[in-house]
């Protein structure tokens, strides 16, 4: 394991290699750390999962503004909307053949 002083964390915007003890990249400003909106853990901003309680620190596309669960249900329910609409007409169908 390299020693304290040769550790370095990325920055995730600009790439640059700040000392751990900086809360703020030394090359563009951006944040280094976030903080675990699960169990407050900080966390370095290039790390995808948190060591402490394994969820996830980066959900989905920020251009969206939408989880990706959201997103899920919604396709989902469009998945259900569409089957239910389709048996309905099925058994509209069927009532006329019965006729």
């Known amino acids: 394991m390299p020693a304290r002083d040769q550790v370095r964390i990325p920055c995730k915007k600009c790439g640059a290699r700040n000392e751990p003890d900086r809360n703020r990249c030394r090359s563009c400003g951006s944040h280094l750390y976030l903080l675990c909106k699960y169990c407050g853990e900080k966390v370095a901003r290039f790390i995808e999962a948190c060591p402490t309680c394994n969820q996830p620190l980066h959900q989905g596309s920020k251009k969206s503004g939408k989880s990706g669960l959201v997103e ?6 469009s998945q259900i909307v569409f089957y239910l609409i389709l048996l ?12």
């Open 72 to 77: 899920k249900l919604q396709s989902r329910m």
């Open 88 to 99: 309905a007409f099925l058994a509209y169908l069927f009532s006329i053949l019965d006729s």
